[in-house]
């Protein structure tokens, strides 16, 4: 059984991938990017003299407007943003700033645009700043592992996690790693009701207390309908413990479900050391450093290295985080605390627009660009090339690269049409800093086929009573309820599809999903089309395989490989150095029905 927001059928991307008895319909979304946000800024260090702000910026590739509202505080402000410029909006630290411990609030922030944008928010104050990338609300989860640090011991700067909750009647289960202000126990579990809009801040009881490992999840009766954002940090601690001064630090979480398996760190730019931490979702974790150094976890362990220089490759057998630190500035030379949650090398974005912070106190920004290194040449910045002599490898990874590059104070951006970037953008001064992620891209779980069925004859497709409201839709026509009841009974003569059934789970109330691959053994029909038949080397030809009938969902797989962009889709681009005969093998997801296809290009001498 799987849980899924219909309106998410439209952003998938699909390709089948067969597991065991069963088949994944794998989807992708861009978590950066979206039309609809809620977030909170957490508790920051509090000197009003220091001009503090909250700014939120809001970056597109293309002219649209939107609002952002507090609903709780009744406020709401219109704005618009210009192609690949950043728009900034500034917040009153009275209504939208959470300075309280564990009390439910109506601080909850929303953004909602005409189109596509991305955001970034910064909670700034004159020497205590720290901004994160906003994720989107179709990519916000149900279960969260809590990365953040030790307060500043001896004084009442405390390790915090904040919830904002996007749904009405959300119930979130919360187990510390560190006792609470409240009086909460580490490891008891405890629950909090919100409605959308609503956030609850944790701060720890004891100010040298880290938050690290705490795990946030929806209960039963909240169930996967009712995401909600998880944001992290202190609201100012040294990093570490004996290099000054400290600094806010503020970074949203990435859903456990997301965490990845392949990290790069670079050094910051006028920094000289740096902080990292590896985090372990689950038991039996083991990640290695640099292609050398072994780190055993299990659930919630982390391990952290102080004074790094260089640069560092961590891949782990399952899911971590990699959380990279600013140091403070009598260890690091330049800069404060600050804290980055990394993305995964998998989470390359192609295209972004981002933001400097406007500050006296910090006067150098900087921007660490991290690619494979065959896409060494084609990354630009600003519309101009960035020279591949900037860039430098990674230890035991030759696979990417990484660069450091100062910026102007501004708007920016980031293209990379090959095969996607990394980035960070930060800033540093006397004794302060910021850093944010620009972007990432990430896959969400796949929707798993709960039953396909090979035959020509009669099908009844059956879900259980245990659910109310149960109806039926086509996946190629979601909005298009075809039946109601628990069963749904196809006639011959049979057609490909994939059928949902749809129903409300009794507890949590939650729309739940189950997917049945229906297909006939007969071959799909298949045209294979090329934009050319004859090429020199090193140019390339666009492939398309289309397969009849078009309404079914099928798996194709390109031979040979070499040469191609990617050999698992419909349409890869094919490069091939010498004439070569490409083979598209076309198959149901049960490979109830397969049929090949051929198509030659030649490469002329010269």
Not at 213 to 223: L, N, P, Q, R
Not at 230 to 242: E, K, L, M, Q
Request: charged share 10%; hydrophobic share 35%.
């Amino acid at each position: 059984m799987r849980l899924l927001q219909r309106q998410l059928l439209q952003l998938f991307v699909i390709a089948l991938l067969l597991l065991d008895n069963t088949t994944a319909l794998a989807q992708s979304v861009t978590p950066t990017k979206g039309k609809e946000f809620w977030f909170g800024f957490m508790k920051n260090y509090e000197v009003e003299s220091f001009q503090e702000s909250l700014d939120v910026f809001v970056v597109s590739d293309q002219s649209t407007s939107g609002t952002i509202s507090i609903p709780g505080q009744g406020y709401s402000q219109s704005f618009t943003v210009s192609p690949n410029v950043t728009t900034t909006l500034t917040l009153d630290n009275a209504i939208a700033e959470v300075f309280s411990n564990q009390v439910i609030e109506n601080r909850g922030i929303l953004i909602e645009t005409e189109d596509t944008v991305a955001v970034f928010a910064i909670n700034f104050n004159g020497y205590t700043a720290d901004g994160t990338k906003i994720l989107p609300t179709q990519t916000l989860g149900t279960e969260y592992m809590v990365a953040s640090y030790y307060g500043l011991s001896g004084y009442s700067y405390n390790s915090e996690f904040l919830i904002v909750a996007t749904e009405d009647d959300t119930e979130v289960e919360i187990t510390p790693s560190a006792a609470t202000m409240g009086g909460n126990a580490a490891g008891v579990p405890f629950t909090v009701q919100l409605n959308a809009g609503q956030v609850y801040q944790v701060r720890a009881a004891g100010s040298g207390d880290d938050f690290t490992g705490t795990v946030v999840k929806a209960t039963a009766a909240s169930g996967g309908c009712r995401p909600f954002a998880v944001f992290s940090g202190t609201d100012c601690t040294n990093i570490p413990a004996s290099c000054y001064a400290c600094d806010h630090i503020y970074e949203q979480n990435f859903p456990t479900e997301t965490w990845g398996t392949d990290f790069y760190l670079a050094p910051f730019q006028g920094a000289t050391t740096y902080t990292y931490r590896i985090l372990a979702y689950g038991n039996g974790t083991t990640a290695t450093i640099d292609g050398t150094t072994n780190v055993n976890l299990n659930a919630g362990q982390w391990v952290e290295y102080n004074s790094v220089t260089g640069s560092h490759c961590v891949v782990a057998n399952q899911g971590i985080a990699v959380i990279q630190y600013m140091e403070g500035v009598t260890c690091a030379v330049n800069g404060d605390p600050a804290m980055l949650i990394l993305n995964d090398a998998n989470q390359k974005i192609d295209n972004i627009t981002f933001s400097t912070v406007e500050s006296t106190v910090i006067t150098q920004h900087n921007l660490t660009v991290i690619i494979t290194a065959d896409d060494l040449g084609n990354i630009t910045l600003d519309g101009s090339v960035i020279d591949p002599a900037v860039f430098s490898d990674f230890p035991n990874c030759p696979s990417h690269v990484w660069a450091n590059i100062s910026l102007t104070a501004g708007s920016h951006t980031l293209d990379a049409p090959g095969n996607g970037v990394t980035a960070y953008v930060y800033g540093t001064g006397s004794a302060e800093s910021y850093a944010y992620s620009v972007g990432s891209f990430s896959p969400v779980p796949p929707i798993i086929i709960d039953d396909a069925i090979c035959t020509n004859d009669q099908v009844i497709l059956e879900i259980s009573q245990n659910y109310y409201n149960p109806f039926w839709y086509n996946y190629t026509a979601p909005e298009d309820t075809i039946a109601l009841g628990y069963q749904y009974i196809i006639e011959p003569p049979i057609e490909n599809g994939i059928y949902v059934g749809v129903g409300n789970d009794f507890i949590s109330g939650c729309s739940e999903e189950f997917y049945f691959s229906v297909e006939v053994p007969v071959p799909p029909t298949i045209d294979v089309f090329q934009s050319a038949t004859e090429i020199c080397q090193y140019q390339s030809v666009q492939l398309n395989a289309v397969a009849y009938p078009t309404n079914a969902v099928y798996y194709y797989s390109w031979s040979p490989t070499a040469g191609l962009d990617n050999p698992n889709i419909a349409d890869p681009v094919a490069t091939p150095l010498e004439t070569t005969t490409y083979t598209v093998t076309v198959t149901t997801p049960t490979e109830c029905a397969t049929n090949s296809a051929d198509v030659t290009i030649e490469v002329l001498d010269g």
